[in-house]
């Protein structure tokens, strides 16, 4: 397929062409033919013949398309003047005069795809042999200048009076729309690989790799560090161990910072450097070490481009493209796409640091807005889970605490509404509040009712749900009180019966300071298991559902009493549950009663727990 060269006009004008000039030239050998069967006068049938071929020449002369007539030996029978220009030569006669094959010597050429040219690839050589032709699209390279061109060939039989059979091919330089063409494909593919991931690194890479061989045949990205050096984070060619060459080429022979030219003298001036031709004298010049010049030397390098990746005013890195194998010339032309490139790259490299900043700042703030880890309660099994849903690098609002008291301690998960620094001011306000007020009064219903009168005082709207819970021992295990505001109710797992969820509902925090909340009485035994959820649990989402507190619910049933593994026991249901991306935080608290608490007196006046197990 050749894309929209081999689909355009120039194929339509190619098809013409051919059909006119097959026309021609086998009017001209019909005269002949009737002339000659008349007997007459060579000198009549030469008088005759002269104004069609003056005019098949005048026609063809004139035809800004190349025009050829090459026999079975692959010898030019004939040439118009596009065809002499287009192949180097000052006219027709001196091309028909080129020993057969000095033109094929010129230049290596390969099909679109980048394979070698036969001869037997030709459409004129397919045409003599009596084979059908397609149009044919070729790259072709000068060895000597390295200059590049694409041209479409177009050939079809035409026989000569004494029968031979030729081809007649009309050949069009294409490199132009070609070229125009490689680019913005290229384009379209780099900005959908740049946009495709915030690992900069892996995305500039895959970059390098669709540049090479197509458009360069090394292809290298180096990006400023915060110790402002150039860091080598990506390299291409096909040959994977001239790859590994490289590598180590670059460890073992670093740029130097203060080189005037070269990728540190493209950061600093923040101007591209174009090197069409790479002779050796000019690697003699700038390279001192003969092992390191050998080095650079097997590489081949004919042609190299060095671009700026800058965004904002600044300059973050740097493109480097070389030229080789395909011995190509690099010209003003690919300096400017290169450079449109290198700007889209430096774009995107860009994003992904401010990405993972902001990523690394949310982490941070959440981190410190739950419990470093849960503290140790005599007779209790605790185990919590945390997963940010969203990838926008907002820090959440789901928080959970573990507050010791001097009488059992108190358990809390909440959810701020929103996202951001203002939700998680709202939750470190939230979890600060509820530990120091339960310091005071423990009793759940006091504990929330003095955040909502917090939250209501406060300049802006601060929603959140919370359910707190108070445990304290007792003879059997543990007694638990338990509010809920707004939150999901907590479920309790117990043996020998179905997990079901506890606790009153209530009003969410800061919509009014008069509300009230209900608390309710539990009494726990060893075994029995508590979990506590934010509703990213039970909102995660699959099609057109959510997971929901049913599933939740079957989930449990066949969940381990463990708190971690139950834990886990949720979160591979969820696994397997989601289809698409998860919108929202989901927090988990687990609390096993594993044994009876009782306070002992060491004889100094205070009391320390014990654990018995039952």
């Not at 051919?18 to 008349?38: E, I, K, M, T, Y």
């Not at 004494?162 to 330089?173: P, R, T, Y």
């Not at 590598?247 to 670093?254: G, Q």
Request: charged share 20%; proline share 6%; glycine share 8%.
């Amino acid at each position: 397929m050749h894309g929209g060269i081999r689909g355009g006009g120039s194929q339509d004008r190619a098809n013409t062409l051919v059909a006119l000039l097959v026309g021609a030239v086998a009017a001209a050998a019909g005269v002949a033919s009737r002339r000659v069967a008349r007997q007459r006068r060579r000198a009549q049938l030469d008088g005759g013949l002269t104004p069609t071929r003056e005019q098949l020449h005048s026609m063809l002369a004139n035809l800004s398309e190349a025009v050829t007539v090459t026999d079975r030996e692959r010898r030019m029978r004939y040439a118009n003047q596009a065809a002499a220009d287009l192949l180097g030569c000052a006219t027709p006669e001196e091309l028909l005069q080129l020993p057969l094959g000095t033109i094929a010597a010129q230049w290596d050429s390969t099909h679109e795809d980048g394979r070698p040219m036969v001869a037997e690839d030709v459409p004129s050589y397919k045409i003599v042999n009596g084979q059908s032709a397609e149009p044919m699209l070729t790259r072709i390279v000068h060895r000597e200048t390295g200059e590049q061109r694409w041209r479409l060939v177009k050939a079809a039989p035409l026989r000569s009076p004494n029968g031979e059979l030729m081809a007649v091919s009309v050949i069009e330089d294409v490199t132009e729309a070609k070229e125009a063409e490689l680019r913005q494909r290229f384009l379209a593919q780099a900005g959908a690989t740049l946009s495709s991931s915030l690992d900069y690194e892996e995305t500039l890479q895959r970059v390098a790799q669709l540049l090479v061989p197509g458009l360069a045949d090394w292809c290298a990205v180096d990006v400023v560090d915060a110790n402002l050096r150039l860091n080598q984070v990506a390299i291409a060619h096909v040959d994977p161990d001239k790859v590994a060459f490289a590598r180590e080429f670059r460890n073992r022979y670093p740029p130097d910072p203060n080189d005037d030219s070269g990728i540190y003298g493209v950061l600093r001036t923040g101007r591209p450097e174009l090197y069409p031709e790479v002779p050796d004298e000019l690697l003699e010049q700038s390279i001192r070490d003969p092992e390191q010049l050998e080095s650079i030397r097997a590489i081949g390098m004919r042609s190299v481009m060095l671009i700026p990746m800058v965004v904002a005013g600044h300059t973050i890195g740097v493109l480097t493209m070389v030229s080789a194998e395909s011995r190509r010339s690099f010209d003003e032309d690919d300096l400017v796409f290169a450079g449109d490139l290198a700007r889209r790259a430096a774009t995107a490299v860009e994003n992904a640091r401010l990405y993972t900043e902001r990523a690394q700042a949310a982490l941070t703030l959440q981190e410190s807005l739950l419990p470093a880890r849960l503290p140790a309660m005599p007779g209790w099994q605790l185990a919590s889970s945390y997963a940010a849903g969203d990838t926008t690098a907002e820090v959440g609002g789901d928080f959970f605490d573990v507050v010791e008291l001097d009488e059992g301690f108190l358990a809390v998960v909440g959810d701020v509404t929103g996202k951001g620094v203002q939700a998680a001011a709202l939750t470190a306000l939230a979890r600060y509040t509820l530990a120091t007020a339960a310091r005071f009064d423990p009793s759940p219903a006091a504990v929330v009712s003095l955040l909502n009168d917090v939250l209501v005082h406060r300049p802006d709207i601060s929603l959140l749900t919370v359910v707190c819970a108070h445990v304290v021992p007792s003879a059997s295990g543990a007694r638990l009180r338990l509010t809920s505001a707004g939150h999901p109710l907590p479920v309790l797992a117990r043996a020998g019966h179905a997990p079901t969820t506890v606790g009153p509902p209530g009003l969410l925090l800061g919509m009014t300071g008069g509300a009230r909340w209900e608390e309710t009485e539990i009494e726990l035994a060893p075994g029995d298991t508590l979990l506590f959820y934010t509703d990213g649990v039970t909102d995660t989402p699959s099609g057109g559902e959510r997971f929901g507190e049913e599933r939740l619910l079957a989930a449990l049933t066949a969940a381990p009493a463990d708190p971690q593994e139950m834990i886990a026991a949720v979160q591979r249901a969820l696994r397997e549950f989601q289809v698409g991306d998860v919108v929202d935080d989901r927090a988990m608290l687990g609390l096993q009663v594993v044994g009876v608490a009782t306070a002992r007196n060491d004889g100094a006046g205070s009391h320390h727990p014990r654990v018995s197990v039952s």
